[in-house]
């Protein structure tokens, strides 16, 4: 079954820097999806980043970057110039091509430090 | 526009008590819908999901049961709550290819007493 796992249950990081969150995933699969999402203090869940296994390139949102190593099964949020909004819970999630279960990791609490 | 409506916000209920938490969608036809639970130290949980009317997925063994009998319409629940029932349930839809993100409602946080 696949898994995901969010190693780093909370993260600090000052105003305007740079934090990297990670996030490996278990699978067998080589075609699937994985997701960055955002949930601030309201809970409500928003999405921040996709990526493609299938694509070397790795997706970028303004802000936010991921690096993706699909042989080391590793798929990391890089949120540049951290701002205050940034304060959140951030989930990892994947999703198998030709399947519709979406399962998450547990989560990363973010704190910006002003 | 999609929107996603998920009922009710907040629920305090005694342990043995029923439960039902409703969840529709508006604005779009044939939705993926899922239920996840939110537990402290335990990220979020796959409940169910399911891909069409009375077509249920359920991942996690437990009390709880999901039903959609409308298009748009997801319910989940219990016949006996149990305390460890409690926790913050989220509902959410996706449209039905690969790589479409979820969209979820407000939530429904459940203390179960």
């Known amino acids: 079954a696949q898994t995901v796992t969010q190693s780093q249950p909370e993260m600090s990081v000052q105003e305007a820097e740079t934090v990297t969150l990670s996030c490996t995933y278990d699978?067998?699969?080589?075609?699937?999806?994985l997701f960055w999402y955002k949930q601030p203090p309201s809970r409500q869940m928003i999405l921040v980043i996709r990526q493609e296994a299938y694509k070397q390139q790795n997706a970028t949102e303004n802000r936010f970057s991921v690096n993706f190593q699909k042989a080391a099964k590793s798929f990391s949020l890089k949120i540049s110039d951290s701002q205050l909004g940034d304060a959140a819970m951030y989930f990892c999630?994947?999703?198998?091509?030709?399947?519709?279960?979406?399962?998450f990791g547990k989560g990363t609490r973010l704190h910006i430090l002003p | 526009s999609q929107t996603i409506h998920q009922w009710p916000a907040t629920l305090v209920q005694p342990v043995g008590s029923p439960l039902s938490l409703e969840c529709t969608v508006e604005?779009?036809?044939?939705?993926?819908l899922y239920w996840y639970r939110q537990a402290a130290g335990r990220g979020l949980q796959l409940l169910f999901y399911?891909?069409?009317?009375?077509?249920i997925s359920s991942e996690v063994p437990q009390n709880l049961s999901a039903s959609r009998p409308q298009d748009r319409q997801f319910i989940l629940s219990s016949k006996k709550l149990l305390l460890s029932d409690s926790g913050f349930y989220l509902c959410?839809?996706?449209?039905?290819?690969?790589?479409?993100?979820?969209?979820f409602g407000n939530g429904t946080r459940l203390t179960v007493t």
């Open positions: 604005g779009t036809s044939n939705p993926n």
């Open positions: 399911s891909v069409g009317i009375g077509q």
């Open positions: 999630a994947y999703e198998k091509n030709r399947d519709d279960k979406i399962i």
């Open positions: 699978t067998s699969e080589s075609d699937y999806y």
């Open positions: 959410a839809w996706k449209v039905g290819w690969r790589n479409s993100p979820l969209h």
